[in-house]
């Protein structure tokens, strides 16, 4: 394996700082909690930690509003904390990336301060201006979070663009100002030490040429921009400079999220010679459970088949073999949890099975996987049950306009459907004991703790030799001393390719194979795998294994 390529056989860590721990008790997480928890992420095995934004922030959007990027939030701590948090990190032997957003500003950050206040302002065309059409936006576009995608200023008599909140107007990377202002704040970063980046929709950057109207269905009020925003014209041009003037300087990681990406596009942007980024975020496999009406995007209660999920995962799997490397991930802060989701909670039982089963199926594919805080001890969705438990400014807009504006969804149905999918499910606190507020805090958290913490929690999993996280533990020293994992062909098992509840599939290099059997179902199955007599159970959720029969949510690894 090349040094260059050393993230390969690396397992990442996501913390969502606000969540994680509070060590002021005001109720919010900071790094100085981040920094008491590093000898657990430690036990756990984890290489690299990787903060969701921790800038200077008006919090409009979690953090994504970025109005300073060279100073911490105060209410996570200061630069001291966190020149202190990155030594402990090293000096653990892990690795930190920061999240960095340069789709869009905060409408706080000096830039766009100056940008309003007149059209000749040197910083005007750091961001996206455009006339109105008859007292109108300049086109039809939509914004990520409902609503329109442009603000009128009356200041200037123009509109500015914002995909998301209107407080995140969208810089102009036409611009080569910005375009530099960009690179050097990446190195300043990296000149401290930071070991690399997730770049938040870093394939939105390049916007149409001409900014032309979009596609607009008869229940849309605007036109919905994930069909024809992403991949712009001049996204690889960009990132090619950024690799340029950035990462090539550093031995660094960088996986851009990426919505709207096929393989033969994450080809591009992540090909092994590392001309851009090194993996990207795609979302396939994460909107497998949208709702059948387009009109109602992701909201929507249905567990993926597995028929689906199979196909789309192999895919990734055998386009990007030996051109582009794959993320692995289930969960991340704007994903509800995945053992409520694709798994079960319905039962402790079941919710420990199928959440090792899960991690079964990510964890021996090719890729570099993602932990998502909590994942490793089996969190579960929050169980919000009104609108007022929702902190997650997409989750309100969306209800508003689905129930109350556009009448597409009752109020009870909708609110099973936030109950499924809202990015609150990701970003209750952690749960680390059965003491007040999980013990993440003494004070009342920012966003309230699910209620099942008293059975869920970090203490008491390590207390169980059996745990799930006893299990990630295991499954990340795998990664690290198994090549066959990093480097070995991936294959359906034969036979498995249309079968409705169980996925089979292979790893193989010239030493070794690895047969990974997993159960999707709380059904009892009888499969027959081609396994040799000499072959060694690697690792199992049941103390015993059936041979052929498939209890609920079975997940076995064979080796030989």
Same mark, same amino acid.
């Given at each position: 394996?090349?040094?260059?390529?050393?993230?390969?056989?690396?397992?990442?860590?996501?913390?969502?700082?606000?969540?994680?721990?509070?060590?002021?008790?005001?109720?919010?997480?900071?790094?100085?909690?981040?920094?008491?928890?590093?000898?657990?992420?430690?036990?756990?095995?984890?290489?690299?930690?990787?903060?969701?934004?921790?800038?200077?922030?008006?919090?409009?959007?979690?953090?994504?509003?970025?109005?300073?990027?060279?100073?911490?939030?105060?209410?996570?701590?200061?630069?001291?904390?966190? %020149?202190?948090?990155?030594?402990?990190?090293?000096?653990?032997?892990?690795?930190?990336?920061?999240?960095?957003?340069?789709?869009?500003?905060?409408?706080?950050?000096?830039?766009?301060?100056?940008?309003?206040?007149?059209?000749?302002?040197?910083?005007?065309?750091?961001?996206?201006?455009?006339?109105?059409?008859?007292?109108?936006?300049?086109?039809?576009?939509?914004?990520?979070?409902?609503?329109?995608?442009?603000?009128?200023?009356?200041?200037? %008599?123009?509109?500015?663009?914002?995909?998301?909140?209107?407080?995140?107007?969208?810089?102009?990377?036409?611009?080569?100002?910005?375009?530099?202002?960009?690179?050097?704040?990446?190195?300043?970063?990296?000149?401290?030490?930071?070991?690399?980046?997730?770049?938040?929709?870093?394939?939105?950057?390049?916007?149409?040429?001409?900014?032309?109207?979009?596609?607009?269905?008869?229940?849309?009020?605007?036109?919905?921009?994930?069909?024809?925003?992403?991949?712009?014209?001049?996204?690889?041009?960009?990132?090619?400079?950024?690799?340029?003037?950035?990462?090539?300087?550093?031995?660094?990681?960088?996986?851009?999220?990426?919505?709207?990406?096929?393989?033969?596009?994450?080809?591009?942007?992540?090909?092994?010679?590392?001309?851009?980024?090194?993996?990207?975020?795609?979302?396939?496999?994460?909107?497998?459970?949208?709702?059948?009406?387009?009109?109602?995007?992701?909201?929507?209660?249905?567990?993926?088949?597995?028929? %689906?999920?199979?196909?789309?995962?192999?895919?990734?799997?055998?386009?990007?073999?030996?051109?582009?490397?794959?993320?692995?991930?289930?969960?991340?802060?704007?994903?509800?949890?995945?053992?409520?989701?694709?798994?079960? %909670?319905?039962?402790?039982?079941?919710?420990?099975?199928?959440?090792?089963?899960?991690?079964?199926?990510?964890?021996?594919?090719?890729?570099?996987?993602?932990?998502?805080?909590?994942?490793?001890?089996?969190?579960?969705?929050?169980?919000?049950?009104?609108?007022?438990?929702?902190?997650?400014?997409?989750?309100?807009?969306?209800?508003?306009?689905?129930?109350?504006?556009?009448?597409?969804?009752?109020?009870?149905?909708?609110?099973?459907?936030?109950?499924?999918?809202?990015?609150?499910?990701?970003?209750?606190?952690?749960?680390?004991?059965?003491?007040?507020?999980?013990?993440?805090?003494?004070?009342?958290?920012?966003?309230?703790?699910?209620?099942?913490?008293?059975?869920?929690?970090?203490?008491?999993?390590?207390?169980?030799?059996?745990?799930?996280?006893?299990?990630?533990?295991?499954?990340?020293?795998?990664?690290?001393?198994?090549?066959?994992?990093?480097?070995?062909?991936?294959?359906?098992?034969?036979?498995?390719?249309?079968?409705?509840?169980?996925?089979?599939?292979?790893?193989?290099?010239?030493?070794?194979?690895?047969?990974?059997?997993?159960?999707?179902?709380?059904?009892?199955?009888?499969?027959?795998?081609?396994?040799?007599?000499?072959?060694?159970?690697?690792?199992?959720?049941?103390?015993?294994?059936?041979?052929?029969?498939?209890?609920?949510?079975?997940?076995?690894?064979?080796?030989?």
């Amino acid at each position: 394996m090349k040094n260059n390529h050393w993230w390969k056989n690396a397992v990442v860590y996501q913390i969502y700082p606000k969540s994680f721990q509070d060590s002021n008790n005001d109720g919010i997480g900071d790094l100085q909690g981040i920094i008491s928890r590093l000898d657990y992420l430690q036990k756990l095995g984890v290489d690299i930690l990787w903060l969701n934004p921790i800038y200077e922030s008006p919090q409009v959007d979690n953090g994504y509003d970025i109005s300073n990027y060279r100073a911490i939030n105060p209410m996570l701590g200061t630069m001291a904390d966190f %020149d202190q948090l990155l030594a402990a990190v090293h000096q653990r032997g892990m690795k930190l990336v920061m999240d960095l957003v340069v789709n869009h500003t905060s409408d706080q950050h000096h830039w766009f301060v100056e940008a309003k206040k007149n059209k000749d302002n040197p910083y005007r065309d750091f961001y996206i201006w455009q006339d109105g059409q008859g007292g109108h936006a300049p086109n039809n576009w939509g914004s990520y979070f409902s609503g329109p995608a442009w603000k009128y200023d009356p200041t200037t %008599d123009q509109y500015y663009l914002h995909l998301f909140a209107p407080e995140q107007p969208d810089l102009n990377w036409e611009n080569p100002r910005v375009r530099q202002a960009v690179y050097q704040m990446m190195n300043w970063w990296t000149d401290k030490g930071v070991d690399g980046f997730r770049m938040d929709v870093i394939n939105l950057i390049s916007k149409p040429a001409g900014l032309p109207d979009g596609l607009q269905t008869a229940d849309e009020k605007y036109a919905t921009v994930e069909g024809f925003v992403p991949n712009g014209p001049r996204v690889h041009e960009f990132l090619r400079e950024m690799n340029r003037n950035v990462m090539s300087k550093h031995k660094m990681i960088t996986v851009g999220e990426t919505p709207n990406v096929t393989p033969a596009d994450a080809k591009r942007y992540a090909d092994l010679h590392n001309q851009e980024l090194n993996m990207v975020f795609q979302f396939e496999h994460m909107n497998l459970d949208a709702n059948p009406n387009p009109a109602l995007g992701k909201w929507y209660d249905q567990k993926p088949k597995l028929a %689906d999920l199979r196909a789309n995962l192999t895919k990734w799997q055998t386009e990007l073999a030996g051109t582009a490397w794959n993320s692995l991930y289930w969960n991340n802060h704007d994903q509800p949890r995945v053992v409520s989701r694709f798994g079960d %909670d319905s039962t402790e039982d079941y919710r420990v099975k199928s959440a090792k089963m899960l991690a079964t199926m990510t964890h021996f594919m090719q890729g570099t996987p993602y932990i998502y805080e909590g994942e490793e001890i089996g969190m579960t969705n929050a169980g919000f049950t009104k609108l007022s438990d929702y902190v997650d400014l997409e989750s309100i807009n969306a209800y508003h306009q689905l129930v109350d504006d556009q009448g597409l969804v009752d109020p009870a149905t909708m609110l099973k459907y936030l109950a499924m999918h809202s990015r609150d499910n990701a970003r209750t606190p952690m749960q680390w004991d059965d003491s007040t507020n999980a013990g993440f805090s003494a004070h009342r958290p920012w966003e309230k703790v699910t209620a099942n913490y008293r059975q869920v929690n970090v203490a008491k999993a390590l207390a169980d030799p059996d745990s799930i996280f006893y299990y990630y533990q295991r499954l990340i020293k795998f990664r690290h001393t198994m090549p066959v994992i990093t480097d070995g062909t991936y294959a359906l098992a034969p036979g498995n390719e249309d079968d409705p509840a169980i996925f089979a599939y292979t790893r193989r290099d010239k030493a070794t194979t690895l047969l990974v059997i997993l159960n999707y179902t709380d059904q009892a199955m009888e499969r027959h795998y081609a396994v040799p007599k000499t072959a060694k159970l690697l690792i199992s959720n049941y103390a015993d294994d059936q041979g052929t029969t498939l209890r609920p949510y079975e997940a076995k690894v064979y080796q030989y």
